[in-house]
T-cell receptor
Framework: DAGVIQSPRHEVTEMGQEVTLRCKPI?????LFWYRQTMMRGLELLIY????????DSGMPEDRFSAKMPNASFSTLKIQPSEPRDSAVYFC?????????????FGQGTRLTVV | QKEVEQDPGPLSVPEGAIVSLNCTYSNSAFQYFMWYRQYSRKGPELLMY????GNKEDGRFTAQVDKSSKYISLFIRDSQPSDSATYLC??????????????FGTGTRLQVTL
């Protein structure tokens, strides 16, 4: 398996623009997570899905952030409008059900810069 | 206070040294404990995974969990320059719904020098 695939790897955008980050989880995995990583706050869970259904979005910072998972092989994280403080590395991760579901596999991340 | 505390380092050691990395936590519901390794500009990769208290060994790596003290450790024996990375501890609870939700430490940056 190719692992978790994220696109784009890098994104530079102007404040106020819409940004869409994409993720393809590992085939057969039931859980999908979106994390944000900054130097100050480390890795923070934004939202996670189980079988394409959002389970916990309490980490989503504001209404400007939204996430969807239309099918088992694709998810998006959208920021609209973007702000400079959204600059961070965004990671997608997936895991399989049962006790092994704590083993999350991460993508390479999308480095977002909002100027 | 954060649920998981981890010294950010950096920690610099000579090649061949034994490295000790640690995390403390406050949530007694945590039952699953993991260590991830993250190289610069890469995603975290799972290194060690343990359930509840005890030790687990995998090659040069040993993970220890002391639930009574809410303290976990990762030991690296015979450290190599290729071990230079940021090490993140992660934890999750047992209850359905929380079991898959990982809480991470901020990571400790390790540098192994020649």
């Amino acid at each position: 398996d190719a692992g978790v695939i994220q696109s784009p790897r890098h994104e530079v955008t102007e404040m106020g623009q819409e940004v869409t980050l994409r993720c393809k989880p590992i085939s057969g995995h039931d859980y999908l997570f979106w994390y944000r990583q900054t130097m100050m706050r480390g890795l923070e869970l934004l939202i996670y899905f189980n079988n394409n259904v959002p389970i916990d979005d309490s980490g989503m910072p504001e209404d400007r952030f939204s996430a969807k998972m239309p099918n088992a092989s694709f998810s998006t994280l959208k920021i609209q409008p973007s702000e400079p403080r959204d600059s961070a590395v965004y990671f997608c991760a997936s895991s399989h059900r049962d006790r092994e579901s704590k083993k999350a596999f991460f993508g390479q991340g999308t480095r977002l810069t909002v100027v | 206070q954060k649920e998981v505390e981890q010294d950010p380092g950096p920690l610099s050691v000579p090649e061949g040294a034994i490295v000790s990395l640690n995390c403390t936590y406050s949530n007694s519901a945590f039952q699953y404990f993991m260590w991830y390794r993250q190289y610069s500009r890469k995603g975290p990769e799972l290194l060690m995974y343990t359930y509840s208290s005890g030790n687990k060994e995998d090659g040069r790596f040993t993970a220890q969990v002391d639930k009574s003290s809410k303290y976990i450790s990762l030991f690296i024996r015979d450290s190599q320059p290729s071990d230079s990375a940021t090490y993140l501890c992660a934890m999750s609870g047992l209850r359905t719904g929380t079991a898959s939700k990982l809480t991470f430490g901020t990571g400790t940056r390790l540098q192994v020098t020649l």
